[in-house]
T-cell receptor, first 114, second 111 residues
């Protein structure tokens, strides 16, 4: 499946580094999402963008900064992360941001913070 | 707050046995979705249930939505090794307007 792509697939960074995760969807969807998936925890919604406007910010620490330059691209900028931020970061898209639409997930970025 | 509880957290079965995972919400859901995540993979949409008491089938998978739209179940008949993975339910509440995922049930199948 290549509807939603994410790069990089794996990332190791130190706590003082700055890095960015990239997501691209080729489905013509209007909504994009960032989720965090930690071991033994449910999927945690971080941010929702609808038509390039942020509509949801789930009390995420400011060391995570999203950017949505257009409806096909979504970034997650990372800086001064903590070891507990190590997780799988999943991007998803859906036709619209209403929960009545199924979400299409990318393969994820496995992030390790050392 | 709104949350979706899913049980069990883990289920180990012998190939050919049946498997069921349950989702419960304290408040009425607008609809519920089910996803499957294979080991090392990402969640993939399976189905959406909208109507009270709705039952949908996909081959050996049967999905149910409770009459009160507060609970749902996924039942797999005669499991196969290809069924291995984590099954998530995700409930949508009109109030709040977002999809809330359950904790997932990890299914392992012994051949």
């Amino acid at each position: 499946e290549t509807g939603v792509t994410q790069t990089p697939r794996h990332l190791v960074m130190g706590m003082t580094n700055k890095k960015s995760l990239k997501c691209e969807q080729h489905l013509g969807h209007n909504a994009m999402y960032w989720y965090k998936q930690s071991a033994k925890k449910p999927l945690e919604l971080m941010f929702v963008y609808s038509l390039e406007e942020r509509v949801e910010n789930n009390s995420v620490p400011s060391r995570f900064s999203p950017e949505c330059p257009n409806s096909s691209h979504l970034f997650l900028h990372l800086h001064t992360l903590q070891p507990e931020d190590s997780a799988l970061y999943l991007c998803a898209s859906s036709p619209y941001s209403s929960g009545t639409y199924e979400q299409y997930f990318g393969p994820g970025t496995r992030l390790t913070v050392t | 707050g709104q949350q979706v509880m899913q049980i069990p957290q883990y289920q180990h079965v012998q190939e050919g046995e049946d498997f069921t995972t349950y989702c419960n919400s304290s408040t009425t859901l607008s609809n519920i979705q089910w996803y499957k995540q294979r080991p090392g993979g990402h969640p993939v949409f399976l189905i959406q249930l909208v109507k009270s008491g709705e039952v949908k089938k996909q081959k050996r998978l049967t999905f149910q939505f409770g009459e009160a739209k507060k609970n749902s179940s996924l039942h797999i008949t005669a499991t196969q090794t290809t069924d291995v993975g984590t099954y998530f339910c995700a409930g949508y509440y009109n109030q709040g307007g977002k999809l809330i995922f359950g904790q997932g049930t990890e299914l392992s199948v012994k051949p």
